[in-house]
């Protein structure tokens, strides 16, 4: 559940604020798509989520917890909720598939045994058990981003966050990782995909959310894109 | 930082300060040797004061003051002095020495001379008698020559210690102090900066590897955790080289100069095993303490995600 109560965030005094009183509710298990320009304030909007910068106006709350009132020391609880995808996958270079999904169960202290456990499961579903041993550099695009996605899921967020995942991805490979998205997404994920990507909102049919210069323009329940290029 | 993370942490972050070490090695070198550098200056610096305490205290201990009664004193004199003398908290123990005795003390010394002192009996001894007294602590010497100076008409005469030897003393050991604490806050500067700088280099090398860290959920802690044990690893290293170097090298002096201090005062200095106790605990605390602040300090800007 995400709900952002008329927030407006302004970096500098005097400039435009890259997000305008936006206010808007995701319900837990949807799957919505964060469209607009570049610099029409979708950066400022993950940023938000993740509490990296804080609202200097309203409030965001994540399952129901005030974003904007959380202290320092519990910032990362707030980040296990949820899974981020990058568009250019921040992936361990020196680590292998394997490790690098296992990193983040280590990071928030799961044991040996369910990180062996659980490591496999969440390849298997983006279907990258073959390559478990692989390293990042011997991957394709697609390949590492599904790894990415593993990495996210790993720990069972409730909220799925991703900015551009098929930003660096050729269509047909783009298709695919809309589908593990799709496929988690059943599970009862919520999921926020962040795009430029027009054909693939038109094509999804879901719930699209526009921004422009900073105003939430269009909320549009059955999936179009919300401006035109 | 929940319980469970706690445990699985250690194999993590040992695994991954090995590593980092490693990668990094000619910086944690320097890192080290810079620490053994600042700490064998420190290290005979801190020998050097120890040993003036251990030469001051074992000449204190054996200051003594001397209260001398006057030629015709009565005994109710002598047993109200004594009295006075032996309730004080000032004081650890009295002794009197008859002018007879003092005599024949005199005489002892004089050893081969004694002779010379042939001419002087009972009748005519020139001996004052008096009371010797050990005081608790030599810094109240004053305070006691003050109370039997009170005593000044009910039957003594003149006290006498050595004042001027013991303040110089004193002031010495107080100049060896201070020295040691400012060669101990420049040094720690350095060596704080130059594992500082050794650290923020692991850490930019790990920039990218933190930021998944915060993004993925890791506590400040976690993340801190391997930086710190990093840092804190190399002074420790820094420490127990520069301690095995200042041991070998001050058995070595110690042998060559044998019993022979050159000391114008009849006093030994410390324990070699007691110094090198000393010191050992000293570096270990030491360096470990500003290889984990060298540390702490930085990787604080690159937590701020």
Redesign the interface.
Known sequence: MIEFKNVTKGYEKNKSEALKNVSLFIDKGEFVFLVGRSGAGKSTFIKLL?R?IEATEGSVFINNFNVSKLS??EI?????KMG?VFQDF?L?ENKSVYENVA??M???????KQIRKRVPLALDMVGLSHRMNHYPHELSGGEQQRVVIA?AII?NPSILICDEPTGNLDPETSYEIISILEEINRRGTTIVVVTHDREIVDTMKKRVLTLEDGVLKVDDATGRYGYEV | MKFSSIKTMPKNVIRDTMKSIERNNLMSIASVLSVIAALIILGIFLILTINVQEVTKDVESKLELKIFLQENFTDTQKETIQQALEKSDLIENVTFESSAEALDNFKSSLEDYAPLLNGYNSENNPMPASFIVRVTDPKDMEDVQTLAMSFKDQGVEYVRYGQEYVEALVSFNKFTNTLSIVVLAVLSMISIFIIYNTIKLTVFARRREIGIMKYVGATNAYIRAPFILEGTLLGLIGAIVAFLIIRITYYYILGLVGGNLFLPVDASLASPNAVMGQLIFFFLIYGGFIGAIGSVFAIRKFLDV
Do not use: C, D, T, V
């Open positions: 993740l990296e320092k020391k990362p609880f707030l980040r296990r981020i921040r361990l990193y983040a280590e990071i928030i202290g799961k044991s040996e990495r720990n």
